[in-house]
């Protein structure tokens, strides 16, 4: 009786996190009346059993009513805003107490799967599912401006303390800070209170960006009557998936201020306002049997209006690199659309230290002075499937190991006894920049830090011209020294009282980092596009990847201690390597172990569909990644102290 109670209460523990207005509605009274075999406690976090027990059942029908007409009588912008709230109290709706004492799962409501519900009464500790949040995340987040911004959210929300890479640092053992890099990469890390100089970091590293299409500094293209925006392909996307799909911009924008400053400010246009249309198969007989093969300069831009008025057009061959108004840059009728729209204002978030009305940008198009937009599909992200057992979403790779690092790093240290034990530093590294291709068949980055200097070679394929990522050459992307530079800060500062000789350098060997990156599922479709014996799945745990020439940064080290950590807490994991027919992706992983020496192990929750304009990946796959994560904050250190490899 008492375990049935228990998750009975976690259930129920969503039910805490009422905004107060809708507490106060007597939709709501009524809903806790429905449930008053439990008391809730304002403070608390979890539910309390009234007389100890609940009753033998709960009418499902009586409370999808009550909660259907708490939910009605939200405005509709208060129920966009707490939509999370509403789709993790709807779980609670599908829990009744059978007459021997176990729990059966009704119908789902509110869009909240099964799957979703069994992980979130069957981890001790991990009282909730990821699954709404998420959900929220990525319809939220559709640049890596956008993703950012909700991840500094996060972060403030749970207690850490945001700092600039441009002042100071103190940090102190016990605190928990983060900074940004351009808006567009964020670094958030926390101290172990049994710190001591040279111990070292606990990263997970993962990106925010996705392929898309970019805006070019001169959009505004006239083709046959119509309006086009010109575009650049960022990335190795899919293209073909980009045809025939409602489509919008988001991303961010300068605005010049009457006192002469310029503002920075996020846009998202959650309307559909463009769109690639495909060529009837009437003129084009031959697709179905040549494939669909779009040139990509002149077939994939977007069609934003009709010409209907020639000034708001500006013909493509008179547009020019010296033109320095956006007006003439880009067609008035996109800047028209951009300054009428909600600007993308997170609660208890300011973007910028100016006066800024939440509903609209207010401004004029003479008034933009630059911006930095992305093509991105308006429909939003969701769970499908017969079972609810799938995400279907754009940016899956790699917005969901960024949003299960960055939950995990909260979590871990959200308990104030959490890092009480702790003597190193855990750590999650959002970079943006990572999917940025170059074609060449040698590839080279170059890092340039005190503690090293060098160019590392990543491979040649002579019989394979292939696109390899080289990463993150930017100053906000892996490779730069953002996070090295961050790491020495911070290991200087606290080893500030003690002896310093190779502080630094200890510290990188105590480190590891966990390289986080989509993987690839089997495809039921394409079966033989996988080795026979390395064929990840879904629902069955991080994809471990493995390359003997190091396109992947896994060695049989850094792989026995990720899955050393999965197997203390039972958490499934799967291997992967690539036929030796086919050529390699690579992630962030070699680019951030090469710089350094940072022991390293590539990984990633496998999805179908990678790069295209939707992907999909398992609901499961999204809470397996999540314990693992926090498993490796809260159980590495341990279990690191076990393995001597060079004595």
Known sequence: MSQSVSLMEQAAGGMIGAPRRLQETGAWRLLQIEFKCLRWTAAGKSAVPRNGGIRKSIAPHRTRKSFL????????????????HFQRWGCIHRITRSTHGGLVKGAATA????????????????KRSLLPDFINFLNEAWTPFHAVVVAKRLLGEAGFKQISEENEWAVEPGGRYYFTRNMSTIIAFA???????????????????????????????????????????????????WFDRDLSVAGRVLLRCKDGGVLHKLVKVERPI????????????????????????THLSPVLATQVKSALSIPAEEGNGAITSARKNHHSILLEVITIVDVFLPQAHAICTKKVLAGELHCQAEDIADFDLNVCDTQPSCIGGAKNEFIFSGRLDNLASSFCALQALIDACNDPEALVAESGIRMVALFDNEEHMTSRRDCFITFDTS?????????????????CKVGSESAQGAGSPTMFQAMKRITRWLARDVSTEGIVERTIRKSFLVSADMAHALHPNYPDKHEENHQPKLHEGLVIKHNANQRYATDSVTSFLFKEVAQTRGIPTQNFVVRNDMACGS????????????????????????????????????NIAYRHFRAFYELFSSIDKQLNIEN
């Not at 939910?71 to 999370?84: C, G, I, T, V, Y």
């Not at 992983?589 to 999909?616: F, K, N, W, Y």
């Open 69 to 84: 007409s708490c939910q009605d009588q939200a405005s509709p912008k208060f129920r966009a805003s707490h939509s999370s």
């Open 111 to 126: 869009g909240f799967p099964e799957v979703g519900l069994q992980e979130e009464v069957n981890n001790v500790g991990e």
């Open 191 to 241: 101290v172990g209170q049994k710190y001591q100089a040279g111990e070292g970091f606990l990263v997970v590293a993962a990106h925010t960006d996705s392929p898309c299409l970019k805006l070019k500094p001169v959009s505004a293209v006239s083709k046959s009557g119509f309006l086009n925006v010109g575009v650049q392909t960022y990335g190795g996307g899919l293209w073909y998936t």
């Open 274 to 297: 463009l769109r690639i249309p495909t060529l009837a198969i009437h003129l084009d007989r031959s697709v179905n049997a040549d494939g669909f093969k779009p040139n990509l300069e």
């Open 451 to 467: 503690i090293h200097n060098k160019n590392v070679y990543l491979g040649d394929f002579s019989s394979h011209r292939v696109k």
């Open 587 to 622: 992630t962030i992983g070699p680019i951030l172990a090469s710089g350094i020496g940072i022991r390293t192990v590539d990984c990633g929750m496998p999805q179908l569909s990678m790069h295209s304009v939707r992907e999909m990946c398992g609901t499961q796959d999204v």
